[in-house]
C-alpha cells in the first residue's frame, strides 16, 4: 500500500535527551512537512522540504532539526533545546510543494517527556 | 496569526442531522482546504475550494467560500456516527508555500 509510515507511535524522553521521530513516504512526493499539534489545538508548521537535500524552517522551528538525503525520508530531531516537547508530531507529504496540493498525512507519534 | 479559526470549537448533533462548521481567516488566500481527523490519528484530506470558487460539492459534504468575508463554512449532510472527529480548515495564503491550520471544531454524531 503506498503512503506515509511513521515511527514510533509512541515516544518517551529523558531530560537532555535527543530523539527521532522517522517519516518514510511511497507516494514518490517531493514535497514533505513535520507539524506539532497540542491538545485540542491546529497544527503548526515545524519543518518543510520541498526537495532532496534542501529544507527551511516553518514557524517554531526553534529546538527541532531535519534532514532530507532522501526523497522517501524526512526524519525529525527532538533537540534538548526543545523545553517543551510533550505534542503529537505529524508528519506529511504532496507531490509537489503545496499551492494547489492536498496533504498526505501519517498516524503520529506521540512525544512524551520522562 | 495567519491561522484561521473554527467555529464552533465543538458541535454536538443527532444521527442524521446536518452540522456546519465555520472557518475565518485573516488574510488573502490561494486556497482553502478541509481536514478530518479522528481522535490520535492522522489527518484525511476532505476537499480543497479555490479563491475563484464559490462553491463545491463531495459526496455529502459541501463546502462555501466568501473571500470578501474571508470565511468558509463545511456543511455535512445527513451526518452518520462514523463523522465523529475533529475538523480543520487550512489556508494557502498568496505568495506562500505552506498550509496554514485552524484550531479545529470537535464534531460529536450520537447514534
Known amino acids: 500500500d503506498g503512503g506515509i509510515t511513521q515511527s514510533p507511535k509512541y515516544l518517551f524522553r529523558k531530560e537532555g535527551q535527543n530523539v527521532t521521530l522517522s517519516c518514510e513516504q511511497n507516494?514518490?512526493?517531493?514535497?514533505m512537512y513535520w507539524y506539532r499539534q497540542d491538545p485540542g489545538q491546529g497544527l503548526r508548521l515545524i519543518y518543510y522540504?520541498?526537495?532532496?537535500?534542501?529544507?527551511q524552517k516553518g514557524d517554531i522551528a526553534e529546538g527541532y532539526s531535519v534532514s532530507r538525503e532522501k526523497k522517501e525520508s524526512f526524519p525529525l530531531t527532538v533537540t534538548s533545546a526543545q523545553k517543551n516537547p510533550t505534542a503529537f508530531y505529524l508528519c506529511?507529504?504532496?507531490?509537489?510543494?503545496?499551492?494547489?496540493?492536498?496533504?498526505?498525512f501519517g498516524s503520529g507519534t506521540q512525544l512524551s517527556v520522562l | 496569526s495567519q491561522q484561521g479559526e473554527e467555529d464552533p470549537q465543538a458541535l454536538s448533533i443527532q444521527e442524521g442531522e446536518n452540522a456546519t462548521m465555520n472557518c475565518s481567516y485573516k488574510?488573502?488566500?490561494?486556497?482553502l482546504q478541509w481536514y478530518r481527523q479522528n481522535s490520535g490519528r492522522g489527518l484525511v484530506h476532505l476537499i480543497l475550494?479555490?479563491?475563484?470558487?464559490r462553491e463545491k460539492h463531495s459526496g455529502r459534504l459541501r463546502v462555501t467560500l466568501d473571500t470578501s468575508k474571508k470565511s468558509s463554512s463545511l456543511l455535512i449532510t445527513a451526518s452518520r456516527a462514523a463523522d465523529t472527529a475533529s475538523y480543520f480548515c487550512?489556508?494557502?495564503?498568496?505568495?506562500?508555500?505552506?498550509?496554514?491550520f485552524g484550531t479545529g471544531t470537535r464534531l460529536t454524531v450520537i447514534p
Open positions: 506529511a507529504s504532496s507531490p509537489r510543494i503545496v499551492r494547489d496540493e492536498k496533504l498526505f
Open positions: 507516494l514518490n512526493h517531493d514535497a
Open positions: 522540504s520541498q526537495i532532496v537535500n534542501d529544507f
Open positions: 488574510t488573502s488566500i490561494n486556497n
Open positions: 475550494i479555490r479563491s475563484n470558487e
Open positions: 487550512a489556508t494557502v495564503t498568496t505568495g506562500a508555500n505552506n498550509l496554514f
